[in-house]
């Protein structure tokens, strides 16, 4: 499982042994670390680092984030299992050093770790926990949605007031990601059809026959299929990968608008990198305005589609910024 995740501005990635001069230079800076019992020593940092390689292998851990601007090393975040209050949760934690707060970096590295936790590790509750006084760490908790649960005296910290934030799967955000089963074809194949009705209107009814006979023969058995579901584990959206290519994105119409078709994206980037590229009906509008606030760019046009009839292509590819 890939420890990797970019954002518009951040990638966050997992740690290796000669990150730990920059850990050192981040964990042991007082103005920093002011809300946790100490600045952190240089056997502490190699300790941190020591717990979070071994972690990897189950597919978490803390990551070092760092600015896509000039790759400088900007803070550590990542989601680990621990004991808070009493039980095991999911805890989501941040840091960012000092010198570069106020550039939004603690919500924007959260953000992606929050669907990395429930779309690839399929998680269903989430936490975040810091002093009350540390209003800054509470307004990033805020601005991600989560809620204030409960408040509790933290042992492993002064045994101070703490704040115990939390978010989970909910009927608006919490889907799963996975492989698609070859017994669901049938059912990706409604998905397909009730998302082109609602969005392909320049196709004629014998145009949609045609091509729904493509993806359920073809198509479908031919790409990297990954499904998202809702909490019954019903398919509510998927997407098909070959090589550094999307293939197909589509999204029951019921579920437009619920951030299901950016969550694939980014599950795209996380597993394939860069460069990424799609084709779209020029046609389609909706489309090409979703992958261009995607980071899609426009790098080419054909007159015809794959299959030789006369719906025009556009390639589109995803810069870095």
């Known amino acids: 499982m890939s420890l990797f995740l970019e954002t518009e501005r951040l990638t966050l990635r997992a740690y290796v ?69 009493g039980k095991p949760e999911w805890d989501l934690g941040y ?26 590790l399929g998680l269903s509750r989430i936490c975040a926990n810091m002093p009350v006084d540390h209003l800054q760490s509470r307004r990033v908790a805020e601005k991600l949605g989560m809620r204030l649960e409960t408040e509790f005296r933290n042992p492993r ?49 014998a145009d949609i026959q045609f091509y729904r006979s493509l993806v359920r023969e073809h198509a479908l058995s031919a790409v990297e299929l990954w499904v998202t579901r809702g909490e019954d584990g019903t398919p509510v959206g998927f997407m098909g990968l070959a090589d550094m290519r999307i293939e197909m994105l589509f999204v029951d119409p019921d579920y437009h608008g619920r951030g299901i078709g950016s969550a694939l994206i980014r599950h795209a980037e996380s597993i394939k990198g860069l460069p990424l590229e799609v084709d779209v009906n020029e046609q389609n509008e909706g489309a090409y305005a979703f992958y261009s606030k995607h980071r899609f760019v426009k790098t080419g046009r054909s007159d015809t589609d794959g299959s030789g009839r006369p719906f025009p292509l556009l390639h589109l590819k995803l810069q870095r910024n």
């Open 157 to 205: 910290n002064r045994d101070i007031p703490t704040c115990l934030y939390v978010t989970g799967q909910s009927s608006e955000a919490g889907w799963s990601l996975s492989r698609a089963d070859q017994e669901e074809h049938e059912l990706l194949t409604a998905i397909w059809e009730r998302a082109v009705r609602a969005t392909h209107g320049f196709l004629a009814e």
């Open 95 to 120: 840091i960012i050093h000092a010198s570069q707060w106020g550039h939004g970096y603690g919500p924007e590295a959260a953000e992606s770790l929050l669907q990395y936790g429930f779309l690839r």
């Open 17 to 85: 042994w000669d990150d730990l001069t920059r850990l050192n230079e981040l964990l042991s800076d007082a103005e920093t670390m002011r809300f946790w019992p100490a600045p952190f020593t240089l056997e502490q940092c190699r300790d941190w680092l020591s717990r979070n390689i071994a972690r990897y292998q189950e597919g978490y851990g803390r990551l070092g984030v760092f600015a896509k601007q000039n790759g400088a090393y900007v803070g550590d975040a990542g989601l680990v299992l621990m004991p808070i209050n």
